[in-house]
């Protein structure tokens, strides 16, 4: 009977949490996917990248709501349960309020595994692929970049200036830049031109012009009647390098590990520069992904506060109040006290014994405010 009755509520959590979850990571992945339209609009990349980025995405927003989510839902539950007198249920089956919570506790141990894969295997994965695929994509959107009477330099080493644009794509009075490197440029104006793609590449067709060639400060200039200039050979000015949070979380291990040992044990990953520079950004992104999850379980503690009213106590509505505000405050400082971690040794060990030290003071306290009742 006991078992059939947590099963009951247990599935109404994960219902509860399931629907809010997807609803709220629907709505902020619509606004970040508003966001990232310059990938088109100021980038050059064609609407495939602009889709498959901000799909991969989705796992990174999943994992950044997962914990006030998981809160929302048990706040709301134990609420609902309690106004609908169905906690009665629990306590005249001999259910003690103790092992009430001890049971929701463990079930919050589900939520913080899912965290720990989602922060550190599902989101960095996810992140690398979506990098991945801008630095092997090419510029394929260049019919939309190019405006009139405006200096186009979306892509890196090319400058392009239109007089005038019409309809049907046809361009008036070009200027083009070439900055092949620091010492080697190319000029070419001419009359008109239009994008043509040839084999799957965009070219730039040009009509009755000139090219000026600039090496080691000599020019040469020569007349074209007729010319194609490559723009698939151009990279995009987004950055390409993965981000720390982008790296796999063996690799921030092996940065953490060769740089305490100053030895290199572990092998590293080539995008990482593993350094004194970098070494303290690595901590706080390991850290977050592996250690921040263990707040799960204490503000799955701190909801249980609900039950040692009942709705009839005249403190019960400030209650709820106090438990929500407590619930999020836990959660903002969580991912604040990461900024502090690596400050000094001291700062690193509060932050290391801060969740054992909040869960149990939080569980004696309950465990006393439910023995008086």
Same mark, same amino acid.
């Given at each position: 009977?006991?078992?059939?009755?947590?099963?009951?509520?247990?599935?109404?959590?994960?219902?509860?949490?399931?629907?809010? +979850?997807? #609803?709220?990571?629907?709505?902020? *992945?619509?606004?970040?996917?508003?966001?990232?339209?310059?990938?088109?609009?100021?980038?050059?990349?064609? +609407?495939?990248?602009?889709?498959?980025?901000?799909?991969?995405?989705?796992?990174?927003?999943?994992?950044?709501?997962?914990?006030?989510?998981?809160?929302?839902? &048990?706040?709301?539950?134990?609420?609902?349960?309690?106004?609908?007198?169905?906690?009665?249920?629990? *306590?005249?089956?001999?259910?003690?309020?103790?092992?009430?919570?001890?049971?929701?506790?463990?079930?919050?141990?589900?939520? *913080?595994?899912?965290?720990?894969?989602?922060?550190?295997?599902?989101?960095?994965?996810?992140?690398?692929?979506?990098?991945?695929?801008?630095?092997?994509?090419?510029?394929?959107?260049?019919?939309?970049?190019?405006?009139?009477?405006?200096?186009?330099?979306?892509?890196?080493? +090319?400058?392009?200036?239109?007089?005038?644009?019409?309809?049907?794509?046809?361009?008036?009075?070009?200027?083009?830049?070439?900055?092949?490197?620091?010492?080697?440029?190319?000029?070419?104006?001419?009359?008109?031109?239009?994008?043509?793609?040839?084999?799957?590449?965009?070219?730039?067709?040009?009509?009755?012009?000139?090219?000026?060639?600039?090496?080691?400060?000599?020019?040469?200039?020569?007349?074209?009647?007729?010319?194609?200039?490559?723009?698939?050979?151009?990279?995009?000015?987004?950055?390409? *390098?993965?981000?720390?949070?982008?790296?796999?979380?063996?690799?921030?291990?092996?940065?953490?590990?060769?740089?305490?040992?100053?030895?290199?044990?572990?092998?590293?990953?080539?995008?990482?520069?593993?350094?004194?520079?970098?070494?303290?950004?690595?901590?706080?992104?390991?850290?977050?992904?592996?250690?921040?999850?263990?707040?799960?379980?204490?503000?799955?503690?701190?909801?249980?506060?609900?039950?040692? &009213?009942?709705?009839?106590?005249?403190?019960? #509505?400030?209650?709820?109040?106090?438990?929500?505000?407590?619930?999020? &405050?836990?959660? +903002?400082?969580?991912?604040?006290?990461?900024?502090?971690?690596?400050?000094?040794?001291?700062?690193?060990?509060?932050?290391?014994?801060?969740?054992?030290?909040?869960?149990?003071?939080?569980?004696?306290?309950?465990?006393?405010?439910?023995?008086?009742?």
């Amino acid at each position: 009977m006991k078992k059939k009755i947590f099963q009951k509520i247990l599935l109404d959590i994960n219902g509860f949490f399931i629907i809010v +979850l997807l #609803s709220i990571g629907l709505i902020v *992945w619509v606004i970040q996917a508003v966001n990232f339209l310059d990938f088109v609009s100021e980038d050059g990349h064609g +609407l495939n990248v602009y889709f498959y980025y901000t799909f991969l995405n989705f796992p990174k927003i999943l994992s950044a709501i997962l914990p006030f989510v998981f809160f929302i839902s &048990l706040f709301n539950i134990l609420t609902k349960y309690e106004s609908n007198n169905e906690l009665l249920i629990f *306590w005249t089956n001999g259910i003690k309020k103790k092992d009430f919570v001890k049971v929701i506790i463990r079930f919050s141990l589900i939520y *913080w595994v899912i965290q720990i894969l989602l922060t550190s295997l599902i989101v960095p994965a996810s992140q690398n692929k979506a990098r991945s695929f801008i630095r092997s994509s090419t510029i394929d959107f260049f019919p939309s970049l190019i405006k009139e009477k405006k200096f186009i330099d979306t892509v890196e080493g +090319l400058t392009i200036f239109v007089g005038k644009k019409n309809a049907d794509g046809k361009m008036f009075n070009i200027f083009l830049k070439d900055q092949i490197d620091d010492f080697k440029s190319q000029i070419i104006l001419a009359k008109s031109g239009y994008i043509d793609v040839i084999d799957g590449k965009n070219y730039l067709s040009l009509n009755d012009g000139r090219i000026i060639n600039i090496e080691d400060k000599k020019i040469i200039t020569f007349t074209f009647k007729n010319t194609n200039f490559n723009l698939s050979k151009f990279a995009t000015k987004t950055t390409t *390098w993965p981000k720390i949070q982008e790296h796999n979380t063996y690799t921030l291990f092996s940065c953490i590990v060769n740089t305490l040992s100053k030895k290199k044990i572990l092998k590293e990953n080539f995008y990482l520069r593993c350094g004194p520079n970098f070494y303290y950004e690595v901590i706080e992104e390991f850290l977050k992904r592996i250690y921040l999850p263990i707040y799960i379980p204490i503000i799955a503690l701190i909801a249980c506060f609900l039950i040692s &009213l009942s709705k009839e106590s005249y403190y019960y #509505s400030k209650l709820k109040i106090a438990v929500f505000l407590l619930g999020v &405050l836990v959660l +903002l400082l969580s991912e604040m006290s990461i900024s502090f971690a690596y400050l000094n040794k001291f700062a690193f060990i509060i932050f290391l014994i801060a969740p054992f030290v909040i869960y149990t003071v939080a569980f004696n306290i309950f465990k006393s405010q439910v023995e008086k009742i």
